[in-house]
């Protein structure tokens, strides 16, 4: 399926909540930045799963995608993108800033370890800070860490992001006229 045909069931089954450029800017630059197929993916918040949906389309087919989320339809969910994106999809009804969580993710990579994250879960700087410090020493290098809605204001998830920007190679898309959104990627 090519990332357009992807993106409109995104939009009309899975409702994400992503703007169209920005997602398909992430799907595009980040298997070319890790260099390798990509085989485990994390996404914390994922509402009507229309991002887990997007983001397979990076995976290797044997590749696995793992969600974490607070929404009561997470068995559905992980049918939905299951059945749609033909990946194998985990969904933890979990709370994200947990150890518990963490084991789960790390139970469920089966001994792998991550390509790369996307947060999009609680929008505030103490979350932002407890999900990055407990998720990135799961990832592999070359990897990402990438941010959803990185240009809000003090307290948020978007100060966090600008603070902790200074100190690591990143790469962001903003979209004009798209107000607290964009994606900013943590190349690790
Ligand atoms: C903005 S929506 C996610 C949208 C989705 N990423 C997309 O692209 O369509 C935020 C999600 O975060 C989840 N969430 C909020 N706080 C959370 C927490 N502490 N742990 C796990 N999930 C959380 C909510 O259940 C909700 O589904």
Known sequence: ??????WRL????GNI???KEEALWMVDRVPKYVGRPLRNWLEIGCYGGGGLMMWSQMLADDGVMIGITLDDNFINLQQKVESITGKRTIILNMRSELEE???AVINALNGERLDGVFVDGEHTFKQIEKE???YTPL???PGVFAYHDIAGGIGTNAEYYQQKRFNISYEEKRIPGNGMKGVGIFLL
């Open 101 to 103: 969580t963490k084991e």
């Open 1 to 6: 399926m090519t990332n357009e045909e992807m």
């Open 139 to 141: 990832v592999r290098t």
């Open 132 to 134: 990055t410090e407990l």
């Open 10 to 13: 995104a939009k009309g089954i």
């Open 17 to 19: 909540q992503q703007n």
